[in-house]
């Protein structure tokens, strides 16, 4: 590569850095408090906020989606789980804003062993403060426990996500 085409390379490259800069104002940051403690597992969560100023890109709210991996001979117990949280007002009331939870729907194909959760939240640090009202209100531990104890629930994935409006 000689001296001409190695400094049209360095040019390209550094507007492919600016663009981003260009276009949103400033470069994506995380949020504060990117580290989560969830029970004896820690998930370190990737969120970013990209604050642009002519309003291409809102981040207002953080949502939690829980992917669950289920025993599709037990949907029924597993319902039951999805609607004590729901109907049980348990979520609302600990802090999160309840989207809903989506059960597989047989004879449409797919898989019929993955359900969703979807719960809204403000910021990181009330989806924070609602594990641990979460963990101090008795009809969650209950409903938790509910589901160990029929084993509906074989796994679970958490992933957090931003809503581009």
């Known amino acids: 590569m000689n001296t001409h085409s190695r400094r049209r390379f360095i040019i390209g490259l550094t507007a492919l850095v600016a663009w981003p800069l260009k276009m949103f104002g400033k470069a994506a940051r995380p949020l504060r408090g990117d580290e989560i403690k ?11 906020e990209l604050s642009a100023p002519s309003g291409l890109i809102a981040c207002s709210m953080i949502y939690h989606c829980i992917r669950y991996t289920i ?48 719960i809204g939240f403000k910021s990181l640090a009330d ?20 589901a160990e104890k029929s084993r509906c629930i074989l796994s ?3 992933s957090y996500f931003y809503r581009v409006e």
């Not at 348990?90 to 969703?116: H, M, Q, V, W």
């Not at 979460?134 to 509910?146: P, T």
């Open 38 to 48: 969830l029970s004896d597992e820690t998930h370190v969560s990737r969120l970013a």
């Open 71 to 118: 025993d599709p001979h037990k949907l029924d117990a597993f319902e039951a789980y999805a609607r004590n949280w729901m109907e049980g007002d348990i979520i609302r009331r600990c802090g999160g804003k309840p989207i809903g939870y989506f059960l597989p729907k047989k004879g449409l194909g797919g898989s019929d062993n993955i359900a969703l959760a979807l």
């Open 127 to 146: 989806y924070e403060n609602y594990r641990g009202k979460l963990m101090d209100d008795s009809d969650a531990r209950a409903n938790l426990a509910e």
């Open 156 to 158: 679970e994935e958490r």
